[in-house]
């Protein structure tokens, strides 16, 4: 599957002038509130006609302004899903799924009704209504519906947004299973970086309606520059898990030369695994630490040293062929005389991290 988009257009004082590729999998456009993200969604849906630009898919143009092509949002066989659930409230979960049904071309192969209710883990809310339903259990709702219209793409337009913490914890381990189980390429819009951490193959970054970057999720999330809010900035990588703990419910990730430990909920050995590390909870010593309650000391070196307005400075370290980030303040680099080329010990905060 490839995805094609090249789209301008004026709304109000807003200009959007984006266009980026993409392929199987899930493709994340993300960027802060007000970045165009929803604009360039809605244009891939046909719900918005660009002012000049182009949408094709696998070779068919659905949006071309310079051919005058623009088919009906009915006749693209898209599958979307709202920041709200807007499921039907005078029929039961059984009939709005059902009601998926109707928009499935008769020469698609149709996933099973039973498959998806297993895949979204839904078999025990088929007979209530919306009514009934918390909000995490309502948007897998909507995400089901979506896919029993046999979508050639799936559109899902920061679908956790409305959603606590409570309840997108609830949903995000149904979208990995929606991201690894099935072949629907997805477009997922959020500005959440833990969100897209988790789900993303592929990054598109989208700032002030143009692209800033794109590329690997791993790449692209472990910039500095990525995140909208330095708080939030941090590494992504992935490791395979090599053991779990059950007394102390600690598992044990291999990445590429290193070891993690990462608590919480036990996780399946040989199992494929991303953790995100937050730069603001990597601390840096120039000598082995001893008597830490932490556990991931890792052995790294320097690579770039980046300043910040706020008195901080962002540091890239090598872990072995991983990359993790560290944010400390000015004085402690100096204090430390840390300069690229340098070998450091990383000590990551073990109850920060998750997979």
Same mark, same amino acid.
């Given at each position: 599957?490839?995805? @094609?988009?090249?789209?301008?257009?004026?709304?109000?004082?807003?200009?959007?002038?984006?266009?980026?590729?993409?392929?199987?999998?899930?493709?994340?456009?993300?960027?802060?509130?007000?970045?165009?993200?929803?604009?360039?969604?809605?244009?891939?849906?046909?719900?918005?006609?660009? &002012?000049?630009?182009?949408?094709?898919?696998?070779?068919?143009?659905?949006?071309?302004?310079?051919?005058?092509?623009?088919?009906?949002?009915?006749?693209?066989?898209?599958?979307?899903?709202?920041?709200?659930?807007?499921?039907?409230?005078?029929?039961?979960?059984?009939?709005?799924?059902?009601?998926?049904?109707?928009?499935?071309?008769?020469?698609?192969?149709?996933?099973?009704?039973?498959?998806?209710?297993?895949?979204?883990?839904?078999?025990?809310?088929?007979?209530?209504?919306?009514?009934?339903?918390?909000?995490?259990?309502?948007?897998?709702?909507?995400?089901?519906?979506?896919?029993?219209?046999?979508?050639?793409?799936?559109?899902?337009?920061?679908?956790?947004?409305?959603?606590?913490?409570?309840?997108?914890?609830?949903?995000?381990?149904?979208?990995?299973?929606?991201? &690894?189980?099935?072949?629907?390429?997805?477009?997922?819009?959020?500005?959440?970086?833990?969100?897209?951490?988790?789900?993303?193959?592929?990054?598109?970054?989208?700032?002030?309606?143009?692209?800033?970057?794109?590329?690997?999720?791993?790449? @692209?999330?472990?910039?500095?520059?990525?995140?909208? &809010?330095?708080?939030?900035?941090?590494?992504?990588?992935?490791?395979?898990?090599?053991?779990?703990?059950?007394?102390?419910?600690?598992?044990?990730?291999?990445?590429?030369?290193?070891?993690?430990?990462?608590?919480?909920?036990?996780?399946?050995?040989?199992?494929?695994?991303?953790?995100?590390?937050?730069?603001?909870?990597?601390?840096?010593?120039?000598?082995?630490?001893?008597?830490?309650?932490?556990?991931?000391?890792?052995?790294?070196?320097?690579?770039?040293?980046?300043?910040?307005?706020?008195?901080?400075?962002?540091?890239?370290?090598?872990?072995?062929?991983?990359?993790?980030?560290?944010?400390?303040?000015?004085?402690?680099?100096?204090?430390?005389?840390?300069?690229?080329?340098?070998?450091?010990?990383?000590?990551?905060?073990?109850?920060?991290?998750?997979?």
């Amino acid at each position: 599957m490839t995805l @094609i988009v090249e789209a301008k257009q004026k709304l109000g004082a807003f200009s959007l002038d984006a266009a980026f590729t993409s392929e199987r999998g899930v493709t994340a456009l993300f960027g802060r509130s007000g970045s165009g993200k929803t604009a360039m969604i809605r244009i891939i849906a046909g719900l918005a006609r660009p &002012d000049a630009g182009r949408v094709a898919l696998d070779g068919e143009a659905l949006t071309d302004t310079a051919t005058g092509i623009f088919i009906p949002k009915h006749r693209r066989r898209f599958g979307y899903v709202f920041q709200e659930a807007r499921l039907f409230p005078h029929l039961s979960v059984r009939a709005n799924l059902s009601y998926g049904r109707w928009f499935a071309a008769r020469t698609a192969g149709s996933e099973s009704f039973d498959r998806i209710v297993d895949l979204l883990g839904i078999e025990t809310l088929l007979a209530r209504s919306p009514a009934k339903l918390s909000g995490g259990e309502k948007q897998r709702v909507a995400i089901g519906r979506a896919l029993l219209s046999s979508p050639r793409l799936l559109l899902m337009d920061e679908p956790l947004a409305a959603l606590d913490e409570a309840r997108k914890a609830e949903i995000l381990p149904y979208l990995e299973r929606l991201r &690894d189980e099935t072949d629907i390429p997805i477009v997922y819009v959020s500005h959440s970086i833990a969100e897209v951490a988790r789900l993303a193959n592929h990054v598109v970054v989208i700032r002030d309606g143009k692209v800033e970057a794109t590329g690997s999720a791993i790449d @692209i999330l472990s910039r500095p520059s990525t995140s909208a &809010d330095r708080r939030e900035a941090g590494a992504l990588l992935e490791g395979t898990v090599e053991s779990f703990d059950p007394l102390h419910r600690l598992s044990t990730v291999a990445l590429k030369s290193c070891r993690l430990h990462i608590p919480g909920a036990a996780l399946a050995p040989g199992k494929s695994v991303r953790i995100r590390i937050p730069s603001r909870d990597v601390m840096l010593a120039t000598a082995k630490p001893e008597g830490l309650s932490a556990l991931n000391i890792l052995e790294a070196r320097i690579e770039q040293i980046s300043p910040a307005e706020d008195g901080t400075v962002e540091i890239r370290l090598d872990c072995g062929g991983d990359i993790i980030l560290s944010r400390i303040t000015t004085l402690s680099c100096e204090r430390l005389d840390l300069r690229p080329g340098r070998a450091v010990f990383a000590v990551i905060k073990t109850v920060a991290l998750e997979a």
